[in-house]
């Protein structure tokens, strides 16, 4: 993590790493927590603007002794709670938790498998709001971001990304680095500038206020 960090570090764009130790669900063990914390004084230290960090108990709810503990550590920083918001029992009284905590944004689909799904409670979300900036996440598209911009929201997420094919021409066969014998490990994904600039520009154009992340 530290080396990919350290990459973007020097970046003139706002960059707010995502702190998240494993895969799976959002409620961690003692170690998990610790790993998070180093993490976010590390990315404290290397100046980087926010973070984007969530966890939740074992019954949903966010993790409020974490999560206050997490609030101090990112003191002067802007935090972002990720899609564990997603995975919690009542988003409104999640929301009204977060607001409490003082998190600027919180990354969401809307509790669905994506975020066009979720317009209603994104809508019923920033509505509600009273501090964070409700952000769109997963599946926002070209073809689609109006409609998030229809429901006054500001700011959205996508990965705008495509595969890229391998430059190796030797390809071992019968061989796999993955448990996944359909994956094709001869490519990988990269952020397709291209398609950001024209999600920007889109935005631009329907909503001068609108951000794009």
């Known amino acids: 993590m530290?080396?990919?960090?350290?990459?973007?570090?020097?970046?003139?764009?706002?960059?707010?790493?995502?702190v998240r130790p494993r895969g799976g669900d959002f409620c961690y063990g003692a170690v998990d927590f610790e790993v998070i914390k180093q993490d976010i004084r590390q990315i404290r230290e290397?100046?980087?603007?926010?973070?984007v960090v969530g966890m939740l108990d074992d019954e949903?709810?966010?993790?409020?002794?974490r999560m206050r503990e997490v609030m101090r550590l990112c003191e002067g920083m802007a935090v972002t709670f990720h899609r564990a918001f997603d995975m919690c029992q009542n988003p409104m009284v999640a929301l009204e938790q977060l607001t409490e905590l003082?998190?600027?944004?919180i990354l969401t689909s809307g509790q669905q498998q994506s975020a066009e799904l979720g317009l209603p409670l994104?809508?019923?979300l920033r509505q509600a709001s009273q501090g964070p900036v409700i952000m769109a996440g997963a599946?926002?598209?070209?073809?689609?971001?109006?409609?998030?911009?229809?429901?006054?929201?500001?700011?959205?997420?996508?990965?705008?990304?495509?595969?890229?094919?391998?430059?190796?021409?030797y390809r071992k066969a019968g061989v796999t680095m993955c448990s996944d014998n359909e994956f094709d490990e001869f490519s990988h994904?990269?952020?397709?500038?291209?398609?950001?600039?024209?999600?920007?520009n889109a935005l631009a154009l329907v909503d001068p206020l609108a951000q794009s992340a």
Do not use: Q
């Open 102 to 105: 003082g998190v600027a944004r």
């Open 46 to 51: 290397m100046g980087f603007p926010g973070v």
């Open 122 to 124: 994104l809508r019923d």
């Open 189 to 200: 994904y990269c952020v397709d500038g291209e398609m950001v600039e024209a999600m920007k």
């Open 60 to 65: 949903g709810h966010i993790d409020l002794p």
């Open 139 to 169: 599946g926002v598209r070209l073809s689609n971001l109006h409609k998030f911009v229809d429901i006054g929201l500001h700011e959205l997420h996508s990965s705008s990304g495509h595969l890229v094919p391998s430059t190796m021409r």
């Open 2 to 18: 530290a080396r990919c960090v350290w990459r973007v570090s020097g970046f003139s764009i706002p960059v707010h790493p995502i």
